[in-house]
């Protein structure tokens, strides 16, 4: 039709009729101004690392200006203390830690007062006699919540060491972990873990422990209890060797990759246990941004009403929460992270590029006729994020860091094309269940194992379910 014949047309439409077509395009038009932009990646994502130059197969991030690793992003910023006392300066002691009750809002706690609560934690520790020293080991045994990361500043501002203990690998690794650091005192949360301190203090298990500081109320019962055996339990309202270098290169080359996109508006929701370097690499990004971090309410059940109510910008979780991630990270408990991937690759089936805090190699593994020649090998890896080595333990660190300083995962590479690594094989089969718990040796032992058992029924039933398979077309049982 004609320009005039569609005036013509439009003259005789209703009122009504124009104010719709109106109203669509003003919300069209305030969508497109208001819409999520799409994240802008830092580099090419064709070529996200390079070789560097007269090395043994040495490659290295691309967004690094020189062969050389950083270590320190902020020249301010070369311990954990100094990255919460940057986020404090920052953020003009702005909302730091979030905690809520059901169908509450959320409560914050500034950055101030949580740096005051510290100190208190910090001064009660060195009034009770425990030493201002990178050898003075503090325990945690706790649930993500305020408390936790408060303790865990609280050593950092006198110079001690947080350990923490993690109850999913069981009683026998938390045996360990008391006797190994000595940790003469532990901080937990409730009074059932209380109870599993003290039940190994009777049996002779962890005779170093003398001090349970307890986040929650808990009866004369269990004070009854601990006396028998010389053990104090005090309330908290009363009062692998990775270095704050380890850490902080970390979250510098964290803070690299991310530069342009972290600011103290984000928010974040720390689902995993901060027993995992992961999490904790991450909030402590988050404190150098002076951003806030919102505790959920320790029921998982209700995990979902905390993410409505908190709406985080960044939620990290692990594949069991969260199986179709898009973007994956590698790294073991020895270095936290070493490679990530590129923010705005959505591509998939690899670990991402080397992180700017260190040098990723491939070495030969002729047995298993992996070369590094061809891009494939054992993955090694060296910066200031690798970890110092094992707690009293000189020939296991022997094992795992080479006389150069390489860290060797066991894990087998391979490069790709666009500079991103691939995991495509292990050297030493040991494996971690979504439990946490290691298990390892030849597929034999493997098949022997009841958590890896019941790990690959639970796989296949969720894929079935994903391919629509029906309940009786499920398979029920499995022979290994």
């Not at 009074?191 to 001090?211: D, H, I, Q, Y």
């Amino acid at each position: 039709p004609e320009l005039g014949d569609v005036r013509q047309y439009v003259r005789t439409l209703p009122t009504n009729t124009l104010m719709g077509f109106g109203a669509f395009a003003a919300l069209t038009t305030y969508w497109y101004a208001t819409r999520p932009k799409a994240l802008k990646p830092p580099c090419d994502l064709d070529m996200q690392s390079v070789e560097i130059k007269g090395s043994d197969h040495v490659r290295r991030s691309i967004l690094l200006d020189s062969d050389e690793v950083i270590t320190y992003y902020f020249d301010d910023v070369k311990t954990l203390y100094d990255i919460f006392q940057r986020g404090k300066r920052v953020s003009n002691n702005g909302p730091c830690l979030g905690h809520r009750k059901p169908n509450r809002p959320y409560e914050w706690i500034s950055y101030q007062e949580v740096s005051d609560r510290a100190e208190y934690v910090g001064s009660a520790l060195l009034h009770r006699g425990f030493k201002a020293s990178s050898e003075q080991y503090i325990g945690i045994f706790a649930q993500n919540r305020p408390e936790w990361l408060i303790v865990e500043l609280g050593c950092y501002t006198y110079s001690m060491v947080a350990v923490p203990l993690y109850d999913t690998l069981g009683a026998e690794a938390i045996t360990y972990i008391i006797n190994k650091a000595d940790l003469s005192v532990v901080f937990c949360d409730s009074s059932e873990k209380a109870k599993l301190l003290l039940s190994n203090v009777e049996k002779g298990e962890t005779e170093v422990l003398r001090t349970i500081v307890l986040m929650n109320p808990f009866d004369n019962d269990l004070i009854e209890r601990g006396k028998k055996y010389g053990v104090e339990l005090v309330s908290m309202k009363d009062i692998a060797m990775l270095s704050h270098k380890n850490i902080v290169s970390n979250c510098s080359g964290f803070l690299k990759v991310t530069e342009s996109m972290l600011t103290l508006s984000n928010d974040m929701h720390p689902f995993c246990p901060l027993a995992h370097m992961f999490e904790r690499l991450v909030q402590c990004v988050v404190l150098c941004h002076g951003a806030r971090i919102g505790f959920f309410q320790g029921d998982i059940r209700l995990l979902m009403d905390d993410l409505k109510v908190l709406q985080p910008t960044i939620f990290p979780v692990v594949p069991r929460l969260l199986n179709r991630m898009f973007d994956r990270i590698f790294g073991q408990a020895n270095t936290a992270g070493c490679s990530l991937t590129i923010p705005g690759d959505w591509t998939v089936g690899h670990v991402g590029a080397p992180m700017p805090c260190n040098h990723i190699k491939l070495e030969d593994v002729e047995e298993m006729n992996y070369f590094a020649a061809k891009g494939e090998g054992e993955v090694c890896v060296k910066g200031a994020n690798v970890f110092k080595g094992y707690l009293k333990d000189d020939e296991k660190t022997a094992e795992a860091l080479d006389k150069d300083g390489w860290l060797h995962t066991g894990d087998i590479g391979k490069w790709l094309p666009n500079g991103t690594l691939k995991i495509i094989d292990r050297k030493k089969h040991i494996f971690k269940l979504a439990q946490g718990e290691y298990i390892a040796g030849s597929y034999k032992e493997l098949c022997k194992s009841k958590d890896f058992k019941n790990a690959v029924p639970e796989d296949l039933l969720k894929l079935g379910k994903e391919a629509g398979l029906k309940t009786f077309e499920q398979v029920k049982d499995i022979a290994l």
